[in-house]
Each structure stands twice: as structure tokens, then as C-alpha cells.
């Protein structure tokens, strides 16, 4: 069983910065894929970014691109997203999702909920105008 936490979350005005975390308890955090999604109240949970299980390869939504950078450190079985130049619309609870992966799969990064797995709790972003 895989259990991720998702932590850093909190308030911010627009345009400030803020660094999630998510920390997976499994025996090889390199065997999984790794993505963020957001969800707003009475929305659909939507990709954010994803990263491979090397680290190797990413990809981002359009409306995050060139301000969150998707990162990971196999060796403390954390994922991280750095959000700067944050907007009003990025306010949601923030989850990542893991997706047990082959090795072969250097380039995998899916972008819907219904690849992944495991999901955590989330944490929630709000960001003030």
C-alpha cells in the first residue's frame, strides 16, 4: 500500500510564491510516477503537472507552465512543486498521485486522475487578490 502526504500548503497574496511537498511511504519511490492535480470546490479534479520516475521528463498544464516547476528526490521519496507568480485561480487543494511504472517508461508523465493509483489527502492553496 502506498501513502502519500501532501504538505506546504496556505495563504498567500497573488504573485507570492509557495513549495509543496508530497512524501510517499513505499519500498522504491522510483518505481512510480509522480502528479500534481488540483481541485476547486464543485470542480473536476484537474492535472497540473507530472514528472517521471527518473525525474527526466515533465509536463505541465498550460495554465502553470513557466510558473510551478515539478521536481523529485528518489533518495527522500519526496515530490516536490514550486509555485511562483501565483493567481487567484490557482486557489484549490493541491493532491499528488503516484502510478506504479515500469523502468522502460522513462518518458511516461500522465495527465488524468484515472492513470494514477494512490492519492493523498491534499492541501489546500489559497491565493488573495
Known amino acids: 500500500q502506498v501513502q502519500l502526504v501532501e504538505s506546504g500548503g496556505g495563504l498567500v497574496q497573488a504573485g507570492g510564491s509557495l513549495r509543496l511537498s508530497c512524501a510517499a511511504s513505499?519500498?522504491?519511490?522510483?518505481?512510480?510516477?509522480m502528479g500534481w492535480f488540483r481541485q476547486a470546490p464543485g470542480k473536476e479534479r484537474d492535472f497540473v503537472s507530472a514528472i517521471s520516475w527518473s525525474g527526466g521528463s515533465t509536463y505541465y498544464s498550460d495554465s502553470v507552465k513557466g510558473r510551478f516547476n515539478m521536481s523529485r528526490d528518489n533518495a527522500k521519496n519526496t515530490v516536490y512543486l514550486q509555485m511562483n507568480s501565483l493567481k487567484p485561480e490557482d486557489t484549490a487543494v493541491y493532491l499528488c498521485?503516484?502510478?506504479?511504472?515500469?523502468?522502460?517508461?522513462?518518458?511516461?508523465?500522465?495527465?488524468?486522475?484515472?492513470?494514477?493509483?494512490?492519492w493523498g489527502q491534499g492541501t489546500q492553496v489559497t491565493v488573495s487578490s
Open positions: 513505499v519500498r522504491t519511490f522510483s518505481d512510480y510516477v
Open positions: 498521485g503516484a502510478e506504479r511504472v515500469s523502468s522502460s517508461q522513462n518518458y511516461y508523465t500522465p495527465n488524468t486522475p484515472y492513470e494514477y493509483d494512490y
